[in-house]
């Protein structure tokens, strides 16, 4: 069973920056991101898919965000810059196996999950 530990997350206030770390006991291919506020679904964030890293992002945080990857493949963070209030959830770092590509943005797909770590965005 593949561990996920998440780190960074915390409060800042609106056009701040965070930086969430997450490592992997093993590799898997694809990595990324999904968020949750109380009484919504979670939402996709972001992925590194599959060795090739190529990257993904929601349409509510591109150019805003950046995914990254280490060498090894059992590290990822996400650059969290011009923070606003809706950006604010809890942060859960996800990891896959043999995900496709109209799959990725679906969080059923994703085997292992983390604990999750909260992000405030407040004034």
């Known amino acids: 069973q593949v561990q996920l530990l998440e780190s960074g997350g915390g409060s800042v206030q609106p056009g701040g920056s965070l930086r969430l770390s997450c490592v992997a006991s093993?590799?898997?291919?694809?990595m990324g991101w999904f968020r949750q506020t109380p009484g919504k679904e979670r939402e996709f964030v972001a992925c590194?898919?599959?060795?090739?890293?190529?990257?993904y992002y929601a349409d509510s945080v591109k150019g805003r965000f950046t995914i990254s990857r280490d060498r090894a493949k059992t590290t990822i963070f996400l650059q969290m810059n011009s923070l606003n209030v809706e950006d604010t959830a809890v942060y859960y770092c996800?990891?896959?196996?043999?995900?496709?590509?109209?799959?990725?943005?679906?969080?059923?797909?994703?085997?292992?999950w983390g604990q999750g770590t909260q992000v405030t965005v407040s004034s």
């Open positions: 996800v990891g896959g196996n043999r995900l496709i590509q109209s799959s990725l943005r679906q969080a059923s797909q994703y085997a292992y």
């Open positions: 093993e590799r898997t291919e694809t």
């Open positions: 590194v898919w599959r060795n090739g890293g190529t990257t």
